[in-house]
């Protein structure tokens, strides 16, 4: 299964919340946009020697798209953070179930601490990343969209900016998931050892068990 059609199974049953994102997200990167313009028009009218309603009613739409940028950012993390508890938790019990469905050898391979640390530690991951990190790339590369085509008029080599930024959303993949992986067997490392100090202690060997933890 691939990530879009992954992420299109659990994404699909909250399209509404979805759609909502998309539309604050425009929202945000569209008052973020408009606000230079106002100080632009202001500063302008301030030089020309204009006075009186035209600067105060930009100071005040100034005020107003500043009010209304904050408003529309505590709603986008918000409605992010409901997208990604809501999908994370049906992805934690579809995998949970699925693990218990597996026959003993899969468990017998995998230790009970590598797979709580898959099932919750990786989706726990998995749902920042929807909630804050996706988010805030979206809504950048919005803003630097809108940016790219305000200043494509003075220099077309502004554009050269949106290819290496495309290229440069690869790094790090690869060691992020080697990250993942060690981590796992981190915590696999430690519920075995853990889980065998009963043993150790059933045998007498109290004083030392916790040096076999340690090694």
């Known amino acids: ?31 973020t946009l408009l606000s230079p313009q106002i100080v632009r028009y202001f500063i302008d009218n301030a030089l020309s020697g204009t006075s009186g309603a035209p600067l105060i009613g930009a100071a005040l739409l100034f005020l107003a798209a500043a009010l209304a940028r904050q408003i529309v950012m505590v709603a986008t993390d918000y409605t992010g953070e409901v997208i990604a508890w809501k999908s994370t938790n049906a992805l934690r019990a579809d995998l949970a179930l699925h693990c218990l ?23 726990s991951a998995l749902g920042n990343f929807l909630s ?6 979206a809504g950048n590369g919005l803003l630097l969209l809108g940016i790219l085509i305000a200043l494509f008029a003075a220099d077309w080599r502004v554009g050269a900016a949106l290819l290496l930024l495309w290229r440069l959303q690869h790094v790090g993949v690869r060691q992020w998931a080697a990250s993942r992986q060690a981590e796992a067997e981190h915590y696999s490392f430690l519920e075995e050892r853990l889980l065998g ?15 076999v933890c340690a090694g």
């Open 1 to 31: 299964m691939s990530d879009r059609e992954l992420l299109s199974i659990y994404l699909k049953p909250q399209w509404r919340r979805v759609a909502l994102l998309a539309v604050l997200l425009c929202g945000g990167s569209s008052l």
């Open 101 to 123: 469905r597996l026959d003993m050898p899969f468990h017998k391979a995998h230790a009970p601490g590598e797979l709580i640390e898959r099932i919750d530690g990786d989706v």
């Open 197 to 211: 100090t009963e043993d150790i202690r059933s045998s007498g060997r109290k004083a030392t068990s916790w040096s």
């Open 132 to 137: 804050r990190f996706s988010v805030q790339v």
